[in-house]
């Protein structure tokens, strides 16, 4: 999964070039940099690969999320859509620029369901935000749809799911704009940074400026700048871009390798009809970091997950019910609004209201979902032995549970 495990000697020649001219920075000293840009070769990279036309490299992810929402004009009062099930990033971000986020139920997708989404607009709904979970995608076709009839702004987070497609577009690229992470356990990294991609020149321009204090990058040095916006500092520098860079010419090799290593797990795992797996909305263009599994209960599942502790494989094999990153059910400070800095009301009565909102549907999914993570690394035979393992894990609790105690 992560691009950390195929880290070598061509992050080590990007990260020198820059070394040897010591300009670190992305932007000017345009003599001393002696021809080495790496974060504009990088972004070039970026639309090249996701056939994009527009990509502006920033800090994190969550710094792209954030960068993407200003530059779409989403801001106080404003509602975002996003799923129960993500990173804590979704509403980090919608919270930064004033905005509310409004939770909706998942599918067996992993990934926000449209009719969720519907029943969720109201006359303040700005944006609606999927989360491509663990290398695969949202139902696009309906999201787009919901957005071109009630004319709202789509943002994909796509930063689990680098090189993942739909329907032949990278996904990131089908809204008005969408996100990557490179932090150090996503497919393509680079220590920690971040993308927002769109085709819109203008939410483009906006990316570049906000994210460095509003400079418009016109003038013939840096003091001689124009700020048309405010801005802030959410620049990467030139040494993340550099190792960046190296690892995005990686993208397809990475692809390749999830992609047989998946198939190879799912064929093992295929043996029980007692495991079902996620549902792809287009299965040819799943990243294959993760593979996904059902199991047909909640307490089918806790049992099972006890069972790979004890054979020592449960590292790498994700139960999120119980994850306090990445499920609505455990973000308690977001529930107790545990926030330093004051919000605005209606964040904080949106807030409020999550601890009366149920979201039963998506716990009948995610209690008894478990995400195996794809390694890079994996001999087949290793791969072999782990499914089988999983396969045991399965059939030992499926046999206890029907004999009554
Ligand atoms: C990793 C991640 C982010 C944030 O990325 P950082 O680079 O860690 O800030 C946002 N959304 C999702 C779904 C993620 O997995």
Request: aromatic share 8%; with cysteine.
């Amino acid at each position: 999964m992560p691009g950390f495990e195929f880290f070598g000697e061509e992050e080590r020649k990007e990260v020198n070039d820059v070394l040897q001219t010591g300009i670190l920075m992305r932007y000017g000293f345009d003599a001393a940099r002696k021809g080495v840009w790496k974060s504009k070769e990088l972004e070039e990279a970026i639309c090249k690969t996701m056939n994009c036309k527009y990509a502006q490299l920033v800090s994190s992810g969550t710094a792209a999320l954030t960068t993407a929402l200003a530059a779409l004009g989403v801001g106080a009062g404003d509602e975002v859509i996003m799923p129960a099930f993500t990173f804590v990033a979704s509403f980090e971000a919608v919270l930064s620029v004033g905005a509310i986020p409004v939770l909706v139920d998942i599918d067996e997708t992993l990934t926000m369901n449209p009719e969720a989404v519907r029943k969720a607009i109201t006359p303040k709904t700005k944006c609606v935000m999927p989360v491509h979970m663990c290398g695969s995608m949202a139902d696009l076709d309906a999201l787009v749809q919901i957005c071109k009839e009630r004319n709202l702004l789509l943002l994909e987070d796509a930063c689990q799911s680098i090189g993942a497609s739909y329907k032949g577009k990278h996904l990131g690229t089908i809204g008005n704009a969408g996100t990557f992470s490179f932090d150090f356990v996503k497919t393509v990294t680079c220590a920690e940074g971040g993308a927002v991609l769109t085709n819109n020149e203008d939410t483009y321009i906006k990316c570049d400026g906000y994210s460095d204090h509003g400079h418009d990058h016109k003038g013939i040095d840096r003091g001689a700048d124009l700020h048309p916006f405010i801005g802030y500092n959410f620049r990467i520098s030139e040494l993340h871009a550099a190792v960046g860079l190296a690892q995005i010419r990686k993208l397809d090799k990475f692809l390749e390798i999830q992609r047989k290593n998946h198939q190879q797990l799912k064929t093992i795992l295929q043996q029980l009809p007692e495991i079902s797996f996620r549902v792809i909305p287009d299965p040819a263009g799943d990243s294959c970091t993760f593979l996904s599994w059902f199991l047909p209960t909640e307490a089918i599942a806790r049992a099972v997950v006890v069972e790979l502790k004890d054979q020592n494989i449960l590292a790498g094999n994700f139960y999120w019910f119980d994850n306090n990153w990445h499920y609505i059910r455990k973000w308690e400070h977001l529930k107790n609004i545990s926030s330093l800095n004051n919000l605005n009301n209606p964040q904080k009565e949106a807030l409020q209201r999550l601890n009366q909102a149920s979201f039963t549907a998506s716990d009948n999914v995610m209690n008894r979902c478990i995400s195996s993570a794809i390694s890079l690394t994996w001999a087949e035979e290793q791969i072999m032995q782990r499914g089988e393992k999983i396969v045991n894990a399965v059939k030992k609790t499926l046999l206890k549970q029907s004999v009554p105690a």
